[in-house]
């Protein structure tokens, strides 16, 4: 079925480095613009990166500029996001999230959400 | 940044009550705007796009509005179902797309 799966998460020291992996099923990936999206225990939604379906385009949240890489193997059907020098504030549950577009077009909102990985970051 | 502001932050009501929940930009949006439904543990999902457009599979009783800084999520008729925490979303300006913090519907 249509889905989208995350991995990757966990307890991490503050400066320390996690990988997490989004994997791809039931449609043809390698077509969607896709984001990252995370989400703070008890808090709101706040978007943290984008690339575009080629990987060729990719922005970031100011708050994780310079610190976490994302990118994609689309052979592979899959979505990464590199963290580093992580902070506690950088704890919460993340999702991936696919944008509503085409392989030409970035809407910009999600239709598909997976069901997030939980990254704690604390001494 | 753009912000969005949801009133109210919580709202308690009952099966069959009519709800409307309020998004406000901080600037015009023109119509780029998606609501959101989560409930405790799950992920989002997408209910509304453009700010009127029902996604497919979303019951009817769910309708959007407005246009630059003033929307609505209007419920019909409350099921037990939609009680949830629901979310707006801005994509005219970006990046970054942003938030609303979140309107948290309860069962009177």
């Known amino acids: 079925q249509v889905q989208l799966v995350e991995s990757g998460g966990g307890l991490v020291k503050p400066g320390g480095s996690l990988r997490l992996s989004c994997a791809a099923s039931?449609?043809?990936?390698?077509?969607?613009?896709m984001s990252w999206i995370r989400q703070a225990p008890g808090k709101g939604l706040e978007w943290v990166s984008y690339?575009?379906?080629?990987?060729?385009?990719?922005y970031y949240a100011d708050s994780v500029k310079g610190r976490f890489t994302i990118s994609r193997d689309n052979a592979k059907n899959s979505l990464y996001l590199q963290m580093n020098s992580l902070r506690a504030e950088d704890t919460a549950v993340y999702y991936c999230a696919r944008d509503r577009g085409d392989y030409f077009l970035s809407y910009w909102y999600f239709d598909l959400w997976g069901r997030g990985t939980l990254v704690t970051v604390s001494s | 940044a753009i912000q969005l502001t949801q009133s109210p932050s919580s709202l308690s009501a009952s099966v069959g009550d009519r709800v409307t929940i309020t998004c406000r930009a901080s600037?015009?949006?023109?119509?780029?705007l998606a609501w959101y439904q989560q409930k405790p543990g799950k992920a989002p999902k997408l209910l509304i796009y453009d700010a009127s457009s029902l996604e497919s599979g979303v019951p009817s009783r769910f309708s959007g509005s407005g246009s630059g800084t003033d929307f609505t999520l209007t419920i019909s008729s409350l099921q037990p179902e939609d009680f949830a925490t629901y979310y707006c979303q801005q994509f005219n300006n970006y990046p970054p797309i942003t938030f609303g913090q979140g309107t948290r519907l309860e069962i009177k």
């Open positions: 039931g449609f043809t990936f390698s077509d969607y613009y």
């Open positions: 690339i575009s379906s080629s990987g060729s385009t990719i």
């Open positions: 600037q015009g949006i023109s119509s780029a």
